[in-house]
């Protein structure tokens, strides 16, 4: 029998909670107060925690964040009796579950208990998978042995079952979107649509009438009415990718979707309610845009309400042998070749790596090389990586790091940019003009930048070894 403490300092609350949790089969349990409920979940574990947030001396908030010291798999559930959005949205922060408000409407509590006590099984299932493969997990699509991406796949089936948005940051390539739809197909709306758009893939003046549609003689050329992605996702999950190059005329736009639940398509005069998830996505620094006037703060937090942050491959470097035996046992199979393994020296090429391009960068990299590989091992002469980074250790100059004695910055500057000259007269065959528009800087510029480091003549170093 599933265990359920409540924990609320008005006895008729309590009382109506107890009843009601209790026709539904559970074994409940009630505080008074956020002391004695503490002292009842160092004796026994429950299964999920209701607490409310406003109570005297030990708040709602002491008691979720203690609970969740003690037993991270427990699911808590907030209780507002004031609809008050910031507290709620502070308590997910803290790592609640979910918050229901007063006054209480009956079937949605019993829905949000059940859903918490469902996804603390899937977690827990998760935490077992995990113990039994020695600590490499597949989860919906992604692989991992890092501590980091585990505690993601835990913290996935807890964002599904939420109602709130979900904010997912990380740098380019490293899986922002298989997230999302991770939380779409562990969520109850997995059999709606899982709509996607780049916010910085389309034009602005494109973007409105792809996000919320248009009436027909709208402008020109709306020959008829077309619905826009909000309305298509209805029921469903909607992903705002690089959400951060969002237009600010569209940002209040969306404010409103997210408070209202409704929209007006570009020409339209008729409200269009919605019931969508919104789940986001940046590789930028949005507080940094709120700061500078560039993103509107109010639906940043809007947004922001469980943050996602999933760390680029380099802060994870276990990850790289076992992404790349799973990438290379993916395209062995699709191209019909019996390339079974990565050589030692190959791997250490690959763990030596920064990957800029994350873990796409990685796919890339034995996609390719599976391709070119003629034996049946990978070898390091098929990886291909960044031409850039090539030239970079071929000049002795590595990944960026500063010892603890310091460096000289211009010297170092220096050896890069004399590296990356001699390379563009090698490509144009010593054409100075062709070189600087290759560097794009001023024909002027080059010159200057050639005499710096004793060279009169492009055609001199044709033949140079850069």
Do not use: W
Not at 222 to 244: S, Y
Request: hydrophobic share 40%; charged share 30%.
């Amino acid at each position: 029998m599933a265990s359920v403490l409540v924990v609320d300092d008005e006895p008729g609350i309590r009382e109506f909670l107890q009843i009601m949790l209790d026709r539904e089969g559970y074994d409940v349990s009630c505080a008074a107060n956020g002391r004695e409920a503490i002292n009842f979940f160092k004796k026994k574990r429950y299964d999920v925690v209701v607490a409310d947030i406003r109570m005297p001396k030990v708040n709602g908030f002491e008691v979720l964040t203690t609970i969740k010291e003690i037993s991270p798999e427990t699911n808590v559930i907030m209780i507002t009796a004031y609809a008050s959005f910031e507290s709620a949205v502070e308590s997910m922060k803290e790592g609640a579950y979910d918050y229901i408000t007063k006054p209480f409407n009956v079937d949605e509590v019993k829905m949000t208990v059940k859903n918490a006590l469902q996804k603390k099984g899937a977690v827990e299932e998760v935490v077992d998978r995990k113990r039994e493969k020695g600590g490499v997990q597949k989860f919906e699509g992604m692989i991992s042995t890092s501590p980091e991406m585990l505690k993601i796949f835990a913290l996935i089936p807890k964002a599904a079952s939420s109602k709130a948005s979900v904010l997912i940051t990380g740098e380019s390539g490293t899986g922002k979107e298989l997230v999302a739809r991770a939380i779409h197909q562990n969520s109850p709306r997995s059999n709606e649509p899982f709509v996607t758009i780049n916010c910085g893939g389309v034009p602005e003046q494109l973007l409105e009438s792809e996000l919320f549609g248009y009436k027909k003689g709208s402008f020109t050329g709306a020959v008829t009415d077309k619905m826009g992605l909000f309305e298509a996702a209805h029921k469903g999950t909607i992903f705002l990718d690089e959400i951060g190059d969002l237009p600010l005329s569209l940002q209040v736009k969306l404010l409103r979707i997210v408070q209202e639940k409704s929209f007006k398509p570009v020409g339209g005069t008729q409200e269009i309610s919605i019931d969508v998830r919104i789940i986001s996505a940046t590789n930028i620094n949005l507080e940094e845009k709120v700061i500078k006037g560039e993103f509107r703060e109010d639906l940043f937090y809007r947004l922001n309400v469980i943050q996602i942050r999933i760390p680029p491959l380099r802060e994870r470097k276990m990850d790289i042998p076992i992404l790349a035996q799973h990438f290379l046992e993916k395209y062995s199979q699709e191209s019909g070749k019996e390339i079974r393994q990565i050589s030692s020296y190959a791997l250490k090429v690959l763990l030596d790596y920064s990957f800029p391009g994350n873990v796409r960068e990685l796919e890339n990299i034995v996609e390719r090389s599976v391709a070119l590989e003629t034996s049946n091992i990978i070898l390091p002469d098929s990886l291909t990586l960044s031409r850039f980074k090539k030239e970079m250790s071929k000049n002795g100059v590595t990944d960026p790091d500063i010892p603890p004695e310091g460096i000289n910055l211009e010297e170092e500057v220096g050896k890069l940019e004399k590296q990356l000259l001699l390379k563009a007269l090698q490509r144009t065959n010593g054409e100075m003009k062709k070189a600087a528009e290759l560097l794009n800087i001023p024909y002027r510029s080059i010159r200057y930048r050639l005499e710096k480091y004793g060279i009169k003549n492009g055609k001199d170093v044709v033949n140079h070894d850069a």
